[in-house]
């Protein structure tokens, strides 16, 4: 895990205040401007290009008209190919913040693609900005950015506020289109204001407040790793979770990722005791990979990882969890069909964990492009190949044998086994396909459905009726998923209310998608745990207790 040492700390919060997520609102009309001709009305000399702008002629950038907008138009010309408009401009010495801006649309867009022909999300359209020094070198640990809505057919604003670091004396702004297979982009302004100095001195205030919470949050975390254990056991009676004197229990919390593509995990303690302690939760779910857990993931300087390093993260995050009387959900964090890899896992992880009430087992993230048949009882699975590589087969054990590895060591913890399609659909559980428990303390059957999924009732809610579901995953984001119709994403301001009356009306066991600022849909903005508005904040409300009105089904 990343040091959280406060030198660390402190310049976790100071990346974090410098880079507030796009929702934050521009600057009043009266700020003052640093960027001229950012709405490109101006003519250069040759009257061929904007005046201040800088040109590489060799890039398939042109400068358009429509009606009375004018605009740079980017375009992906051919895959793999990056195409960068810069900027660069004096900061005056007063300024503390910049405000920035672009306006923008797009067409055509595809994402980048690996080796395999998949698709890369990285591999998309960025607003980048970067300090600079008086020499012209970038200020360490300066800068940010972010991913532009591929989905933005219509022009679109998008807005953010950052600090001028120390030692900046120049700003550099970056449209660019990185490594598409195909697309093309617009842009009809690009604005830098300077930010109000008020409002920049009350970011320092609150960062300075955030910092100090860190560091006493990070202080106060070997003490409760050495505390004994809150933590209630769990069976299962019916629909329900109880504990061994019958009194209900249900489970809601978030999701803390990184585990899943990280040796060391990103704040992984800090965000298990920040879900605890600050939202309230009562389960954390820790996604984690079995190639990190044996050592055979990536880890420094090309070498494997440590996976007694990796193994101590997750002891920590249970024991900090127990301390608290609260719960972990260990994610097996993977797709497709399990692998005989799964069966190695979890016989390692529930000999590591059957004597501790405080895990409970999700055995397989999300099965996809599978039948229900493959999903229980295992067998050959075939693997398309890509880009005329002929299909391989690989032996699953399914879900039972999962189970089955799992018991075979003595463990009793509940089970959660995620459906088809993602773990969205439960529908073949009764339909002849549930898991036999072996004689351990229950099964849940998970569901995970964002804002584009539909038919709550019968893909899992019917289920809910017969045996306790976790909901491990829901979320929506204002920043639309580029491998989603747009059409079919629901706006967060009417899904989000409905999902979260939904899990409480039926007494749903829930853990919300994610607290992490990074992994979408985000419960929060920086890694001072700011709620974003249209996601973290309600969550964080009906963790604290407040009652949602359900609207409608979807």
Known sequence: M??????????????????????????????????????????????????????????????????????????????????????????????????????????????????????????DMHFNYQFLDADGNRVPKSGGGFVLDSHAKDWTDVTRRAMVPEGAKKLKVIVVLNKLTAGTLEVSSVTVNEAPEAEINAIKDAQAAAVKKAAE?????????????????????????????????????????????????????????????????????????????????????????????????????????????????????????????????????AARYKDNPAVLFDIYNEPTNISWEIWRNGGDVVVKG?????????????????????RSTGAKNIIIAGGINYAYDLTGVLNGFALDDKGGNGLMYATHFYNWHRDWENRFLKVAEKYPVLVGEFGADVKKMGFIPAKNQEDPATWVPDALAMVQKYNLNWTAFSLHPKATPVLISDWNYTPTPFWGVHVKDALAGKKFELGRLR
């Open 386 to 406: 890509k880009g005329g590589a002929p299909d391989t087969t690989f032996q699953s054990p399914g879900m039972q044998g999962l189970v089955d590895a799992i």
């Open 2 to 123: 990343k040091s959280l040492l406060s030198f660390a700390i402190l310049l976790s919060a100071l990346a974090a205040a410098s880079s507030l997520r796009a929702e934050t609102p521009a600057s009043s009309p009266a700020a003052k401007s640093l960027l001229t001709n950012g709405d490109f009305q101006n003519a250069g000399a040759d009257a061929t290009w904007p005046a201040d702008w800088e040109q590489n002629k060799e890039a398939p950038i042109t400068w358009e008209k429509e009606g009375d907008v004018r605009f740079l138009r980017l375009v992906a010309t051919q895959p793999e190919m990056t195409v960068e408009q810069t900027r660069t401009i004096d900061l005056p010495e007063s300024t503390k913040g910049v405000d920035l801006g672009i306006r923008f649309r797009v067409e055509g867009f595809k994402f980048g693609t690996n080796s395999s022909g998949g698709p890369v999300f990285s591999k």
């Open 217 to 349: 949050d990070e202080a106060a975390i070997p003490a409760l790793l050495a505390l004994p254990s809150k933590t209630e056991p769990l069976k299962v009676e019916g629909n329900r979770l109880v504990t061994p004197d019958g009194r209900q229990v249900l489970l809601q919390g978030v999701n803390v990722p990184s585990l899943e593509w990280s040796e060391k995990g990103e704040r992984i303690l800090l965000s298990v005791k920040v879900a605890i302690d600050d939202w309230k939760a009562n389960v954390v779910r820790l996604p984690v990979h079995d190639d990190f857990w044996f050592g055979r993931g990536k880890g420094g300087k090309g070498k494997p990882n440590d996976a007694e390093a990796y193994r101590k993260v997750v002891d920590d995050a249970v024991k900090l969890a127990a301390a608290r009387g609260a719960y972990i959900i260990l994610d097996l964090h993977r797709y497709h069909a399990a692998p005989e890899s799964a069966v190695d896992f979890w016989k390692d992880a």
